[in-house]
Nanobody
Framework: QVQLVETGGGLVQAGGSLKLSCSASGRTSNPMGWFRQAPGKKRVFVAAITGTGTITFYADSAKGRFTITRDMFKNTIYLQLNSLKPEDTAIYYC????????????????????WGQGIQVTVSS
């Protein structure tokens, strides 16, 4: 089992930045990712990182603005959100998988076995 806890969300103005954290307990070398769900919309992929932290994957909407990183010693992954836009407003979820992430499966919700409770990010215009 893996327990995930997200922190770092909040309210920010457009153009601003936030850094989300996801702390993992239990098996902590799992590949992990971030998804988000805006009001009335489906949960979608944002970014993911392999268990070693050497390979990352990004949604097109995140490329160039968001950065996913991993601290193996702290069992924590991060999502740095820069140049935020109102359309980035959503609940952001951390997820972990028991499998291996590749470019073919990293973006699929059903690849992930464990989920955090989610954290709100609100970007005002």
């Amino acid at each position: 089992q893996v327990q995930l806890v997200e922190t770092g969300g909040g309210l920010v103005q457009a153009g601003g930045s936030l850094k989300l954290s996801c702390s993992a307990s239990g098996r902590t070398s799992n590949p992990m990712g971030w998804f988000r769900q805006a009001p009335g919309k489906k949960r979608v992929f944002v970014a993911a990182i392999t268990g070693t932290g050497t390979i990352t994957f990004y949604a097109d909407s995140a490329k160039g603005r968001f950065t996913i990183t991993r601290d193996m010693f702290k069992n924590t992954i991060y999502l740095q959100l820069n140049s935020l836009k109102p359309e980035d407003t959503a609940i952001y979820y951390c997820a972990a998988t028991s499998g291996t992430l590749t470019s073919l499966n990293a973006r699929k919700l059903d690849e992930y076995d464990f989920w955090g409770q989610g954290i709100q990010v609100t970007v005002s215009s």
